[in-house]
C-alpha cells in the first residue's frame, strides 16, 4: 500500500530534551515535506527536500533541522525543543515539485507537546 | 513570500445545495500551481482538485470544480449536490518551485 509513515504517531516531551520524528515514504517520490499545523493557522512549511541531499527552509524553519540521506526519509530533528513548537506535524512526498501539480500525499501527523 | 488568503473561516450549506469557498492569493510568478486540500476530522489531508496556473480552462472533478482568475489571484472551490461527507476544513494551497503556502482554512458544516 502507498503510504507516507510517521513516528511516533503521538509524544509528550520536556523542553530541551532533543527528538526526532520520522518519516517515510515507500512511493519513491523525489518531494518531500515538513509541516506544523496549529489552530486558526492553518499549514506552514517548515523544510522541504527535492531530492536526495537536496533540501531548503519552508516560512517557519527556525528550531528545526532536516536530512535527506536517502530517498524514502525525510526525519524531522529538534534539538532543543521549546512549548511554543507544540504542534501538530505532517510529513508528505509527492512525485515531483515545480515542473507539475503533483498531489502531495500526508502522512497521518505527529501530535507534539513540550512542557 | 507568497499569501493565500480564505476569507471565510465557516460555512454552512444545505444537503444537496451548492456552496462556494473563496481563495485569494499572491505571487510574482507566471507558473505555479494550486490546490485544494479536504481535512475531515481524522485529520488525514486529501487533495480535492488541482489547476496549473498556465491552463485557462478551469479543473473540475466530479462534484468539485473551481473558477480560476489568474488576473484577479482568485481560486474559488464549488461543490455542488454537498454531502454529508463533505463536511470537513478545505485548504486552498499555492506551489511553486518546491514552496508551497497554505491557507487558514474553512470549516465546512452541511446541515442534513
Known amino acids: 500500500e502507498a503510504q507516507v509513515t510517521q513516528n511516533p504517531r503521538y509524544l509528550i516531551t520536556v523542553t530541551g530534551k532533543k527528538l526526532t520524528v520520522t518519516c517515510s515514504q515507500n512511493?519513491?517520490?523525489?518531494?518531500m515535506s515538513w509541516y506544523r499545523q496549529d489552530p486558526g493557522l492553518g499549514l506552514r512549511q517548515i523544510y522541504y527536500?527535492?531530492?536526495?541531499?537536496?533540501?531548503d527552509k519552508g516560512d517557519v524553519p527556525e528550531g528545526y533541522k532536516v536530512s535527506r540521506k536517502e530517498k524514502r526519509n525525510f526525519p524531522l530533528i529538534l534539538e532543543s525543543p521549546s512549548p511554543n513548537q507544540t504542534s501538530l506535524y505532517f510529513c508528505?512526498?509527492?512525485?515531483?515539485?515545480?515542473?507539475?501539480?503533483?498531489?502531495?500525499?500526508f502522512g497521518p501527523g505527529t501530535r507534539l507537546t513540550v512542557t | 513570500a507568497q499569501t493565500v488568503t480564505q476569507s471565510q473561516p465557516e460555512m454552512s450549506v444545505q444537503e444537496a445545495e451548492t456552496v462556494t469557498l473563496s481563495c485569494t492569493y499572491d505571487?510574482?510568478?507566471?507558473?505555479?500551481?494550486l490546490f485544494w486540500y479536504k481535512q475531515p476530522p481524522s485529520r488525514q489531508m486529501i487533495l480535492v482538485i488541482r489547476?496549473?496556473?498556465?491552463?485557462?480552462q478551469n479543473a473540475t472533478e466530479n462534484r468539485f470544480s473551481v473558477n480560476f482568475q489568474k488576473a484577479a489571484k482568485s481560486f474559488s472551490l464549488k461543490i455542488s449536490d454537498s454531502q454529508l461527507g463533505d463536511a470537513a476544513m478545505y485548504f486552498c494551497a499555492y506551489s511553486y518551485a518546491g514552496k508551497s503556502t497554505f491557507g487558514d482554512g474553512t470549516t465546512l458544516t452541511v446541515k442534513p
Open positions: 505571487t510574482s510568478e507566471s507558473d505555479y500551481y
Open positions: 489547476q496549473e496556473a498556465y491552463k485557462q
Open positions: 508528505a512526498s509527492s512525485l515531483s515539485a515545480g515542473d507539475g501539480p503533483y498531489e502531495q500525499y
Open positions: 512511493m519513491n517520490h523525489e518531494y
Open positions: 527536500s527535492m531530492n536526495v541531499e537536496v533540501t
